[in-house]
Antibody, heavy 121, light 109 residues
Framework: QVQLVESGGGVVQPGGSLRLSCEAS????????MHWVRQAPGKGLEWVAV????????YYADSVEGRFTVSRDNSKNTLYLEMNSLRDVDTAVYYC???????????????WGQGTLVTVS | EIVLTQSPATLSLSPGERATLSCRAS??????LAWYQQKPGQAPRLLIYDISNRATGIPARFSGSGSETDFTLTISSLEPEDFAVYYCQQRSNWPPLLTFGGGTKVEIK
């Protein structure tokens, strides 16, 4: 079965850095685009970034562009989010989610991890 | 950037009633419109993708419809487990950026 397990969250001071990981299993990781989505406490969902199936393309929300970097290691079935220059407003649960298959197109996020909490304070 | 506006913010209904949730886009969107359900302390769950396709394992009481800028999620007869927050989400053609609506909370009346 598909599993996504995030790790790396914690408490960090404003201006600090943190790296999140998302280990995937149960599917062919190299066939899917992978996303990060976040949710501030008591708020809605905010898309953060996507890494293309082979890491060739990466796209970001305006709110994190230039500060966050998404990457993946397909040999380890792992997605990463490097977060720099963190701000109070980045405090959120960060989810990784499986996007659409590389040849299928689409826009859905069909599997989600349980999330990891990042607190900037 | 396409903005998705969901209404109402809160929907108070009783089990067995029909729920109609709206998602309006600031400009025409592609067919890549999805709906998610989220319960407290849980990750979101995909319900509907490509406007009207139910995801694997989603009951038939959930249906999606709409086009261009106006989309609807309908729950034909609310079950106790359906009381939750629902989000719509779209993908821009290129670059493939995603945006979510602000959510609709379906609560027990």
């Amino acid at each position: 079965q598909v599993q996504l397990v995030e790790s790396g969250g914690g408490v960090v001071q404003p201006g600090g850095s943190l790296r999140l990981s998302c280990e995937a299993s149960g599917f062919t990781f190299t066939s899917y685009h992978m996303h990060w989505v976040r949710q501030a406490p008591g708020k809605g969902l905010e898309w953060v970034a996507v890494a293309w199936y082979d890491g060739s393309n990466k796209y970001y929300a305006d709110s994190v562009e230039g500060r966050f970097t998404v990457s993946r290691d397909n040999s380890k079935n792992t997605l990463y989010l490097e977060m720099n220059s963190l701000r109070d407003v980045d405090t959120a649960v960060y989810y990784c989610a499986r996007g659409w298959e590389k040849t299928a197109g689409g826009g859905k996020l069909d599997y989600w991890g349980q999330g990891t909490l990042v607190t900037v304070s | 950037e396409i903005v998705l506006t969901q209404s109402p913010a809160t929907l108070s209904l009783s089990p067995g009633e029909r729920a109609t949730l709206s998602c309006r886009a600031s400009q025409r969107v592609s067919s890549y419109l999805a709906w998610y359900q989220q319960k407290p302390g849980q990750a979101p769950r995909l319900l509907i993708y490509d406007i009207s396709n139910r995801a694997t394992g989603i009951p038939a009481r959930f249906s999606g419809s709409g086009s261009e800028t106006d989309f609807t999620l309908t729950i034909s007869s609310l079950e106790p487990e359906d009381f939750a927050v629902y989000y719509c989400q779209q993908r821009s053609n290129w670059p493939p950026l995603l945006t979510f609506g602000g959510g609709t909370k379906v609560e027990i009346k």
